[in-house]
Nanobody, 127 residues
Framework: QVQLVESGGGLVQAGGSLRLSCAAS????????VGWFRQAPGKERGFVAA????????YYGDSVKGRFTISRDNAKNTVYLQMSSLKPEDTAVYYC????????????????????WGQGTQVTVSS
């Protein structure tokens, strides 16, 4: 069983930066691919970024490419999402997600590939 806890959300002005953290319990976290997703009011949950088990491969949604960076520190059981040049349209609840066993260890933009989800952290970008 893996529990995920997101933190680092908040209110920021457009053009600003935030770093989200996803801290995991459980020793198997370092074997799993991890993704970040977001959901704005009235919209479906959408893919933001994903990273493989080693941190060596990453994948981004088109709307955040070049502005967001996903990384991980397996020694700390934590995945990060560094967000820069934030826009009002980035306002959403941000969720991290991790694979269930058996692990592929790969990254994926598909929410159905992930079995563990955090509770989410609110990011609000003011114009």
């Amino acid at each position: 069983q893996v529990q995920l806890v997101e933190s680092g959300g908040g209110l920021v002005q457009a053009g600003g930066s935030l770093r989200l953290s996803c801290a995991a319990s459980g020793r198997t976290f370092s074997s799993s691919g991890v993704g970040w997703f977001r959901q704005a009011p009235g919209k479906e949950r959408g893919f933001v970024a994903a990273i493989d088990w080693s941190g060596g491969r990453t994948y981004y949604g088109d709307s955040v490419k070049g502005r967001f960076t996903i990384s991980r520190d397996n020694a700390k059981n934590t995945v990060y999402l560094q967000m820069s040049s934030l826009k009002p349209e980035d306002t959403a609840v941000y969720y991290c997600a991790a694979e269930r066993p058996p692990f592929s260890g790969n990254y994926s933009p598909l929410p159905e590939r992930y079995g563990y989800w955090g509770q989410g952290t609110q990011v609000t970008v003011s114009s």
